[in-house]
Nanobody
Framework: QVQLVESGGGLVQAGGSLRLSCAAS????????MGWFRQAPGKEREFVAA????????YYADSVKGRFTISKDSAKNTVYLQMNNLKPEDTAVYYCAASRSIGVYTTPLRYDYWGQGAQVTVSS
């Protein structure tokens, strides 16, 4: 079992930056691949970024590639999502998730634990 708590959301103007944090507690943090997903009103939850258990591999949705960076600090049991050059279409609730699966996946079905979500709003 692992508990995930996101923080760092907020309101920012287009072109600005935010950093989301996801603090994990419970079982060993390094046992999980970690992912970020987002869900806008009326839309399905979509993949944003993921990082492997070792932290050696990262994956991004095409829509955020080059603007967002996922990283993890195992000593702090925390995963981060640095978001730069934000656009209004990035507005959504962002969720942190942990996966026990071998490998890294972009589908939410492969993730076993979820945080409560953090609202990110980008104004034009």
């Amino acid at each position: 079992q692992v508990q995930l708590v996101e923080s760092g959301g907020g309101l920012v103007q287009a072109g600005g930056s935010l950093r989301l944090s996801c603090a994990a507690s419970g079982r060993t943090f390094s046992s999980y691949a970690m992912g970020w997903f987002r869900q806008a009103p009326g839309k399905e939850r979509e993949f944003v970024a993921a990082i492997s258990k070792s932290g050696d591999s990262t994956y991004y949705a095409d829509s955020v590639k080059g603007r967002f960076t996922i990283s993890k600090d195992s000593a702090k049991n925390t995963v981060y999502l640095q978001m730069n050059n934000l656009k209004p279409e990035d507005t959504a609730v962002y969720y942190c998730a942990a996966s026990r699966s071998i490998g890294v996946y972009t589908t939410p079905l492969r993730y076993d634990y979820w945080g409560q979500g953090a609202q990110v709003t980008v104004s034009s």
